[in-house]
């Protein structure tokens, strides 16, 4: 159980570095928006507010991964099964920003043309690279919180086999036979 957890703990340490470079991404895309006076599209808003807050439960989460018990891992689970469904969200939201040409991604054009209609540099180029950034980082932690669900309800189901050996309780089941 040991490698498992050295395992889990080095994937939510990439995790959370990637998380804090989305965060960083889309908060600038947030601002960009801000700036020209107009609505945040939701492609780039729900990774910036899921992200948030998935910095400070992964920093409790690799902190603590030598430390959770039993009932703690059925909760890490959780939490990572709900960020995955936020991310496969984020990913279907990004779905149009995935053109290797940058210029034909929604949210590049989204950008670029409320950015000149309001008078400001668009940044066009610069823009362009943030954008593809911010469907690749998306993607990628969606995968990453698909391998940590999976990881964490596998350490859960070992830890209750331990507590069940040690205890000589099995868990009670709901069904009657």
Known sequence: MFIEKALLWFVRLSQWCITVALLGISGYLVNQYAQAHSRVPAEVYLPCIVSAFAVCILWYSILLIYCLGRHLLHLAAFF???????????????????????TQNWTWRSLTYVRQAYGIDPHAQHNENIVKALAGLTTTLMVLFIITTLMCVNLARLADEKHEEKTGHRRRSTSRV
């Open 80 to 102: 990572d099964f709900c960020f995955m469904v936020l991310y496969i969200a984020g990913v279907v939201l990004n779905r149009h920003n995935f053109h290797k040409d940058g």
